[in-house]
């Protein structure tokens, strides 16, 4: 009887293969280089020799494989399985990803964009198991989202549910990646976040004698200065690094309001940067969306850190075929 999975997750910088039995428990992974810039032919090629020795090394065949879960960056398409130019995958254009590995594997494969997948996975083996509404935020280099209703991601019309960072808060902000400006990821993001605070020490230095303990974190370089160096200043009491931890818990319990009272989420599970910062960063954007959010939703709703940390990737695909 087939009762493993293969799960394979796409980034720009690493390709990885698991294989997993049908409880979503790991028991094989193979890891290599994407080396985006020799283009999907190289990927794919890669890919097929990497999902073989991921099934090798549990001593499996090929045939005991039932299904293959691909989380992957978007824009693509789940229903016929085409990936269309993710901005980390150059040359990936209207790649038609899901026939190629069917047609080598002989097997059924479902392919997901990535934070979609990370919600499912967050849903079926982190902190969103029990619960009907979840969504799913990514805070690091974006702000990705994913949203699970009843065990199922919501995808939309086509496939572009779930852009939690784009929704605009000061449409007159800073520009976003997306080309609109003040959107939710242009000011809650880790580069948008390091820029908050590069842009306030400057400040800081040109009006006040005081040096910020985010400056002698990055080694007295302003430009090096990162969401971590905020984090971590803030935890010793720093003042200007605490005042743009509130800044940003602000701005992102503002997101999560307008969010909670659309979808009346069960839970919140916040990515990486929440992860990192825990209650830090939680507490005043609970406090946020309690003041934003409308009483009935917000009462209801429970704003936690994602759970699965760095094995998110690997169940992110897993959790798409099991
Ligand atoms: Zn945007």
């Known amino acids: 009887m087939k009762k493993h999975v293969v799960g394979i997750d796409i980034g720009g910088t690493k390709l990885a293969t698991v294989v997993a039995d049908k409880t979503g428990h790991i028991l094989s992974k193979v890891r290599k280089p994407t080396l985006s ?10 890919l097929f020799d990497m999902v073989r020795e991921a099934v090798s090394q549990v001593g499996l065949k090929q045939e005991a494989i039932s299904a293959i879960g691909v989380s992957c960056g978007g824009p693509l398409d789940t229903k016929t399985g085409v990936v269309y130019s993710p901005p980390n995958l150059p040359g ?3 790649l038609p990803l899901k026939a190629r590995l069917e047609s080598e594997f002989q097997v059924p494969v479902i392919i997901e964009n990535d934070a979609n997948a990370s919600a499912l996975a967050e849903f079926r083996f ?7 509404a979840v969504l799913y935020m990514t805070m690091s280099t974006g702000i990705g989202g994913g949203i699970v209703i009843n065990g199922e991601v919501y995808h939309g019309a086509n496939d572009s549910a779930g852009e939690v960072g784009h929704q605009i808060l000061l449409p007159n902000g800073p520009r976003c990646g997306c080309g609109k400006q ?6 809650c993001s880790g580069p948008a976040i390091a820029c908050r605070a590069q842009a306030a020490i400057q400040k800081q230095l040109e009006d006040e004698e005081t040096v910020t303990a985010m400056l002698t974190l990055a080694d007295g370089r302003i430009e090096d200065v990162k969401s971590e160096h905020v984090l971590a200043a803030a935890r010793t009491g720093d003042a200007l690094a605490l005042e743009l931890v509130q ?5 992102m319990g503002w997101g999560i309001a307008n969010l909670v009272n659309i979808l009346n989420p069960d839970i919140v599970l916040l990515g990486t940067i929440a992860v990192a910062a825990g209650d830090l960063l939680l ?6 969306v309690l003041k934003f959010a409308m009483t009935r939703p917000a009462e209801a709703v429970n704003i936690s850190p994602a ?3 760095d094995a998110l990737g690997d169940l992110a695909a897993v959790a798409l075929v099991v």
Not at 37 to 46: D, F, R
Not at 283 to 288: A, F, G, N, S
């Open 247 to 251: 800044e940003t818990a602000y701005y």
């Open 307 to 309: 759970q699965l940390g």
């Open 92 to 94: 990936w254009d209207a």
């Open 126 to 132: 982190g902190g969103g198991r029990g619960y009907n």
């Open 37 to 46: 810039k020799k283009g999907p032919e190289y990927a794919i090629g890669l």
């Open 283 to 288: 507490d005043p954007i609970r406090e946020t």
């Open 182 to 187: 003040g959107c939710l990821e242009a000011l």
